[in-house]
């Protein structure tokens, strides 16, 4: 998608600690969302974590509109059963390119469950306990 837009993300896996203790569903940063030409869920060695939730579309502002997404099933984050690994399809916040400012508008650690997902991730990654960063 273009610009990068908050979208509501949808755990769709909890037996990991990275997302044990996140919400059910939340609000992201403002991201450019990226589609992928393969079905992940096709794959047996990948586990999404999260995807974008439905209630999320349309998604993007364009000003193309092929770059706004209407429907469809996008994951985000995933991991590999075969690795330690996490994928995040996030953090490129928004910025004033068109007027030629490049001031930021926004920000990729601005909403909490996302930054908790980022954490959670980088201790799993570093074989930490995880204990809840957020009340």
Request: glycine share 4%; no cysteine.
């Amino acid at each position: 998608t273009w610009r990068p837009t908050s979208a509501i993300l949808r755990v769709e896996n909890k037996k990991y600690p990275i997302t044990k203790n996140l919400s059910s569903t939340f609000k992201s940063s403002p991201n450019e969302w990226y589609r992928w030409e393969n079905d992940l869920r096709k794959n047996s060695d990948i586990d999404i974590l999260l995807s974008i939730d439905s209630t999320s579309f349309p998604l993007g502002t364009g000003p193309k509109q092929s770059e706004i997404w209407h429907n469809g099933y996008y994951p985000v984050v995933w991991t590999n059963k075969k690795f330690r690994m996490i994928y995040m399809n996030m953090g490129h916040n928004d910025i004033d390119y068109e007027n030629k400012t490049n001031k930021t508008l926004s920000s990729t650690f601005s909403e909490d469950q996302q930054y908790q997902l980022i954490v959670n991730s980088l201790m799993w990654l570093g074989n930490q306990k995880l204990e809840k960063q957020f009340k």
